[in-house]
């Protein structure tokens, strides 16, 4: 059975700090993976995700990730954190065989110190 | 492209009252999900649609629940009777092909 595992709660760095959020996933097969971002009262927001391919993906916001095969993870990374990435991300994994249904983390919400 | 949108943005009801929760996708996606999320159990994927026709539905909790999509711009998610356990934040999310969902706003539902 497919599952997400984002294993930090509460993560919090102080602005322009480098910022890296850890993912693990379990899965038969390549997955599809995602990063979301959700504000305080909004919805989610698609940060970035991989499919195939280079495993190092850009995404908005001057955030990326790494797809590791051998580690089951897709660690979010960004190399200096501005007060405004202050919010929840979430991990998730769609299914190969059914790909429009996705897997969420738990989250992990993410405090910036001035 | 307004995004996804949602319909009301909060409800507050009383116990064993009807809610209907609705959403417009975004023009031209092909699928639209269904999402719960609390904080005890984080988001919960309740229900999906392929052009209009409900694939899969384990998700949704119980019968108290149920949606229609009688069109490509157009889905309800209905509770009846709603009990205060259904309180919690529900989105609608919309995609083409290849999974990169989009989210509404959600709904925030309290359920006194």
């Known amino acids: 059975a497919q599952s997400v595992t984002q294993p930090d709660i509460h993560i919090t760095v102080s602005e322009g700090a480098s910022l890296e959020l850890r993912c693990n996933y379990s899965y038969g097969a390549t997955p599809y993976l995602f990063w979301y971002v959700q504000s305080p009262g909004q919805g989610l927001q698609l940060l970035l995700k991989y499919f195939s391919g280079d495993t190092l993906v850009q995404g908005i916001k001057g955030f990326e990730a790494e797809f590791k095969r051998s580690q089951s993870s897709f660690n979010l990374r960004k190399p200096s954190v501005h007060w405004s990435d202050a919010a929840e991300y979430f991990c998730?994994?769609?299914?190969?065989?059914?790909?429009?249904?996705?897997?969420f983390g738990s989250g992990t919400k993410l405090n910036v110190k001035p | 492209d307004a995004g996804v949108i949602q319909s009301p943005r909060h409800e507050v009801t009383e116990m064993g009252q009807e809610v209907t929760l609705r959403c417009k996708p975004i023009?031209?996606?092909?699928?639209l999900f269904w999402y719960r999320q609390t904080m005890m159990r984080g988001l919960e994927l309740l229900i999906y649609f392929n052009n209009n026709v409900p694939i899969d539905d384990s998700g949704m909790p119980e019968d108290r629940f149920s949606a229609k999509m009688p069109n490509a711009s157009f889905s309800t998610l209905k509770i009846q009777p709603s009990e205060p356990r259904d309180s919690a934040v529900y989105f609608c999310?919309?995609?083409?092909?290849?999974?990169?969902?989009?989210f509404g706003p959600g709904t925030r539902l309290l359920v006194l």
């Open positions: 998730a994994v769609g299914a190969w065989d059914n790909f429009n249904k996705f897997y």
């Open positions: 999310a919309s995609s083409k092909g290849l999974a990169a969902g989009y």
């Open positions: 023009s031209g996606h092909d699928y």
